[in-house]
């Protein structure tokens, strides 16, 4: 669909289903195709220890302001 043609009226559910759907596709097919992209979130087992929050800063920083 056109972007000019969508910024001018609203989408209906249908719509806006489809293009979020089409959109998670893309953005998956990507990180399939360039696994290097992805952003690997850190984990450590349930109730073994905790980050700390000098890791966590690291971690989202560029996560939630690039």
Known sequence: MDL???R????SYEELRARMIAETS?????LLRHPELAVRIPVIP?????FPPSFSDS????VLYD
């Open 26 to 30: 893309a953005f998956l097919t990507e």
């Open 8 to 11: 001018n009226r609203r989408e």
């Open 59 to 62: 971690f989202w920083q560029p």
């Open 46 to 50: 349930d109730r073994s220890d905790r």
């Open 4 to 6: 000019r043609l969508r």
